[in-house]
Nanobody, 123 residues
Framework: QVQLVESGGGLVQAGDSLRLSCAAS????????LAWFRRPPGKEREFVAA????????LYADSVKGRFTISRDDSKNTLYLQMNSLKPEDTAIYYC????????????????WGQGTQVTVSS
């Protein structure tokens, strides 16, 4: 069984930065795509960013491109999301996901999910 545990969320002001972490235990995800999704209040879960196991390929939602950076450290079984220039519309529960066989934005291709961490950005 794989466990994913997010951390690093919190309450910040617009323009601030946060770094989210996702620690994986159990089976590692060295050879799988990892990703971040988020669920804004009252909305469906949406794709944020993904990174391939080779690390050379990434995908970003248009809404975060240029502000967020996804990275991974397989030696630590940890996924990161550096979030800069945060906006109130970035307020959401952020989830990490793993286990996809390819670089994708489709949530149904990810077999493992964390419980989420709340990010709130005040204006």
């Amino acid at each position: 069984q794989v466990q994913l545990v997010e951390s690093g969320g919190g309450l910040v002001q617009a323009g601030d930065s946060l770094r989210l972490s996702c620690a994986a235990s159990g089976r590692t995800f060295t050879f799988s795509t990892l990703a971040w999704f988020r669920r804004p209040p009252g909305k469906e879960r949406e794709f944020v960013a993904a990174i391939s196991w080779t690390v050379v390929s990434t995908l970003y939602a248009d809404s975060v491109k240029g502000r967020f950076t996804i990275s991974r450290d397989d030696s630590k079984n940890t996924l990161y999301l550096q979030m800069n220039s945060l906006k109130p519309e970035d307020t959401a529960i952020y989830y990490c996901a793993g286990g996809a066989a390819r670089l994708t934005t489709r949530r149904e291709e990810f077999g493992s999910w964390g419980q989420g961490t709340q990010v709130t950005v005040s204006s």
